[in-house]
């Protein structure tokens, strides 16, 4: 049986001296949670799976800040790390991966250009390819419904799920379930999935957007969204087919550590790494 995993994700803004760790609720509501590194090295020690770097606030003049980050967390954090926010090329991506990044994460720059997702599979191999998907509900009109998306029936009522990209700013009319498919089929190792509607809110995993896309893919999915309490991560495993949790504000603002997450789950039977 496979593991569980937890994943703290790191939500970067480097438009400050030496960067800083962010969290909002739905996208907004930026408030400041620590130091990159030193939560990176707080989340190791307490026995994190994996980490990943969102980079909130990417240009061309950050970047070599966000490989300075990197670079400062891998020589002390032996976890594998996934870094994303900006990534638009393979050059960029080789430029992380040299910085001691172990996956990247794209979402905007393979929407707008799906064949990036067969090239990083094909340079760095599919296992060091994250595509994330930030997906927000959106509810039937009619009973005629929408053509060219799959309808989920939910407990508030049908709809579909639909992508945005440049940090949630945007809607680009493509329906989450489908475009998982898509990525699979072009290469992509693992699926980043976060929830709009459930971002910062500690409501809990929406639960029917992780069944929906777990369920007709083969790769990895990490849940993100909504975790509030360690029962939120034991209902997004034991209730989905999510192989990774991924959480934020409650590990930066000390409500649980990591280490107290995986006990838990071990005593509800979910088979974590402890």
């Given at each position: 049986?496979?593991?569980?995993?937890?994943?703290?994700?790191?939500?970067?803004?480097?438009?400050?001296?030496?960067?800083?760790?962010?969290?909002?609720?739905?996208?907004?509501?930026?408030?400041?949670?620590?130091?990159?590194?030193?939560?990176?090295?707080?989340?190791?020690?307490?026995?994190?799976?994996?980490?990943?770097?969102?980079?909130?606030?990417?240009?061309?003049?950050?970047?070599?800040?966000?490989?300075?980050?990197?670079?400062?967390?891998?020589?002390?954090?032996?976890?594998?790390?996934?870094?994303?926010?900006?990534?638009?090329?393979?050059?960029?991506?080789?430029?992380?991966?040299?910085?001691?990044?172990?996956?990247?994460?794209?979402?905007?720059?393979?929407?707008?250009?799906?064949?990036?997702?067969?090239?990083?599979?094909?340079?760095?191999?599919?296992?060091?390819?994250?595509?994330?998907?930030?997906?927000?509900?959106?509810?039937?009109?009619?009973?005629?419904?929408?053509?060219?998306?799959?309808?989920?029936?939910?407990?508030?009522?049908?709809?579909?799920?639909?992508?945005?990209?440049?940090?949630?700013?945007?809607?680009?009319?493509?329906?989450?379930?489908?475009?998982?498919?898509?990525?699979?089929?072009?290469?992509?190792?693992?699926?980043?999935?976060?929830?709009?509607?459930?971002?910062?809110?500690?409501?809990?995993?929406?639960?029917?957007?992780?069944?929906?896309?777990?369920?007709?893919?083969?790769?990895?999915?990490?849940?993100?969204?909504?975790?509030g309490t360690p029962s939120h991560i034991k209902d997004v495993f034991t209730?989905?087919?999510?192989?990774?949790?991924?959480?934020?504000?409650?590990?930066?603002?000390?409500?649980?550590?990591?280490?107290?997450?995986?006990?838990?789950?071990?005593?509800?039977?979910?088979?974590?790494?402890?």
């Open positions: 049986m496979l593991t569980k995993r937890i994943i703290p994700c790191l939500d970067c803004d480097l438009g400050v001296p030496g960067g800083r760790v962010v969290k909002g609720i739905e996208f907004k509501q930026i408030k400041s949670a620590g130091i990159p590194w030193e939560l990176a090295a707080k989340y190791d020690e307490q026995g994190a799976d994996e980490l990943v770097f969102l980079d909130i606030t990417a240009s061309h003049e950050r970047r070599e800040m966000m490989a300075h980050v990197i670079e400062k967390t891998a020589s002390d954090v032996f976890i594998p790390l996934t870094v994303g926010g900006g990534i638009q090329s393979i050059d960029d991506a080789r430029r992380v991966f040299n910085a001691g990044a172990d996956k990247v994460s794209v979402n905007t720059a393979a929407v707008k250009d799906p064949e990036l997702v067969n090239e990083l599979a094909e340079r760095f191999g599919s296992q060091a390819c994250v595509v994330a998907i930030d997906a927000k509900r959106k509810y039937l009109r009619s009973e005629e419904g929408e053509h060219g998306v799959e309808i989920i029936d939910t407990k508030e009522g049908k709809c579909w799920f639909e992508c945005s990209f440049y940090g949630g700013r945007k809607f680009t009319g493509m329906d989450a379930v489908k475009w998982a498919v898509e990525i699979e089929d072009r290469g992509a190792g693992e699926i980043l999935l976060t929830s709009m509607d459930r971002d910062g809110t500690k409501d809990g995993f929406d639960l029917e957007l992780t069944s929906a896309i777990c369920e007709r893919v083969n790769i990895p999915v990490i849940a993100s969204g909504g975790c209730l989905t087919d999510a192989s990774a949790a991924l959480a934020a504000s409650i590990f930066h603002y000390g409500e649980y550590t990591v280490r107290e997450i995986k006990q838990y789950l071990k005593e509800n039977g979910v088979h974590v790494r402890l």
